[in-house]
């Protein structure tokens, strides 16, 4: 199965040696996103909703760029530092996949990268043509 990388400067880069995202036969593999501004490079951490909402645009826009979309998504994680912000995080998330409802793994993890108090990565379908 042929695939190729992604690279948008319409969400944040990787901080690391992987791809923002790869698009392998008809699934988008995204890595995860965490709420950097991709227009200023800052972390947007003043609080779970505003976090969270910096996450799915980033996802949004990586997804467009791949050929997707974010109501294409099949399977989304999200990583919390703190499951106390789920339910201010998950009314966020609503505003996204009110109709789509993809299937969904949420957990708590001890740390994310750059202080990030939330993360999240997917799968999603290409658009069809």
């Known amino acids: 199965m042929e695939f190729r990388h992604v690279s948008t400067d319409k969400a944040p880069a990787a901080i690391g040696p992987y791809s923002q995202a790869v698009v392998a036969g008809d699934f988008v593999f995204c890595s995860g996103q965490i709420p950097i501004n991709p227009v200023t490079g800052e972390m947007v951490n003043k609080g779970i909703a505003e976090a969270t909402e910096q996450v799915l645009k980033n996802l949004t ?13 099949v399977k989304i994680t999200v990583y919390l530092t703190d499951m106390n912000n789920f339910k201010e995080m998950n009314d966020v998330y609503e505003k996204y996949f009110a109709s789509s409802k993809p299937a969904r793994v949420c957990v708590e993890v001890s740390g994310l990268p750059k202080g990030s108090i939330v993360e999240a990565d997917a799968i999603a379908i290409l658009n069809r043509a």
Do not use: H, P, Q, V
Request: aromatic share 0%; hydrophobic share 40%.
């Open 61 to 73: 826009a990586l997804l467009e760029d791949s050929g997707s979309s974010i109501g294409n998504i």
